[in-house]
């Protein structure tokens, strides 16, 4: 492939998620058309608290699975670093990445920032992401695969396009799944190389605590929606997942950020007419809010206390060196001195 090649494949990338959030709000709009925005913040009212409660909870235990992720993906490189430290890594990253798209780029920079302050090389960070990546992907795929037999064919057969791309969809996740178990099982202890970096071959046992690891992150994200649609819908909870998951997945490959309104119309459109669609959207909003919003404004809160803290350790150390420098001249010369008494008493 050549460079200018490369370089239209990138843009089209890139341009993509404009394209796909442009869709999606037009399909919103579509599906809204006879709601106000007053019957939308209505909703959003009346979600009980107690709902809300437990959708905070469900949040923050999936905030702490999503930490695990650079945990593993530490002891796969062979890295150590303060419990503490991966934690505010992995929640800050995510954070981030979950509002901002693009993973590796968003995620990943902040991740570089703080590990390799931490003693953690460049090329150990790219393969911590690329694992990272791996685990989501396999957790998403397997209960995508789970939700697939359980989600019903009525929902799917709606839209001709929306069947095709979920086959297709779980198809290739089915595909990716095998082939990465496959790989750890045949390939053992062997690496593979991709520019200078060489990547480790996982084993099956850490290929299957990705798979769970990643897979209770769904769970738990989709949780903090569950919480907010029981006081408006009806729905089984093997069910509704498989749904969620589908949306998510989807709004991932979309390239929008968060996969904003691509994930939206995705359960608009699969959930039945006779629901009140201005009910779901609230409840739609209220877990952007808990599930963005919040840890974004709190990891980012333990960041900017860990940097001033940082900072303040730092002009602690350079007043302390500077009231040491003076002193360091008289030091030497009281050393020579001695030694000097020592040479004329010999």
């Known amino acids: 492939m050549s460079a200018k090649t490369k370089r239209l494949f990138k843009k089209i990338i890139s341009y993509s998620g404009i ?16 709601y106000s925005f007053i019957d939308i913040i209505h909703a959003l009212i009346a979600i009980p608290p107690i709902n809300l409660l437990m959708a905070c909870v469900a949040c ?18 062979g890295g150590h670093v303060s419990w503490w430290k991966w934690m505010l890594a992995g929640m800050l990253g995510f954070a981030i990445s979950n509002n901002a798209g693009h993973a590796v780029v968003s995620g990943g920079a902040i991740r570089y920032r703080l590990y390799t302050r931490w003693r953690i090389s460049g090329g150990d960070i790219v393969k911590m992401l690329t694992f990272s990546g791996f685990t989501f992907f396999l957790g998403c795929s397997a209960i995508l695969i789970i939700g697939y037999f359980l989600v019903p064919s009525s929902l799917l057969d709606r839209s001709v396009g929306a069947s095709v791309g979920i086959n297709s969809l779980f198809i290739i996740c089915t595909a990716a799944v095998i082939a990465y178990f496959a790989m750890t ?10 520019g200078t970096l060489k990547f480790q071959v996982p084993t099956t046992k850490t290929a299957l605590i990705q798979t769970l690891l990643g897979a209770a992150d769904s769970v738990l994200a989709g949780l903090v929606l569950y919480c907010c649609l029981l006081p408006f819908v009806e729905i089984p909870f093997g069910t509704y997942i498989g749904l969620f998951v589908i949306a998510q997945t989807t709004g991932i490959f979309s390239q929008v950020p968060g996969g904003i ?3 939206e119309s995705i359960f608009l459109l699969a959930l039945p007419d006779t629901v009140d669609k201005a009910d779901i959207f609230g409840a739609l909003l209220a877990y952007r809010i808990i599930y963005y919003v919040l840890p974004l404004i709190g990891a980012g809160g333990l960041f900017f206390i860990y940097e001033n803290w940082l900072r303040t350790r730092m002009k602690r150390w350079l007043a302390e060196a500077k009231e040491k420098i003076p002193q360091i001249p008289e030091k030497i010369k009281n050393i020579k001195n001695i030694k000097n008494i020592k040479k004329h008493k010999k």
Do not use: C, H, N, P
């Open 19 to 34: 394209f796909f959030f442009a869709l999606a709000a037009v399909m919103l709009w579509w599906q809204l058309r006879e």
């Open 60 to 77: 923050f235990a999936g905030y702490l699975t999503l930490s695990l992720y650079d945990f593993l993906a530490l002891r796969y490189v």
């Open 185 to 194: 099982v045949f390939f053992q202890k062997k690496s593979v190389k991709i």
């Open 261 to 263: 309104g691509v994930f």
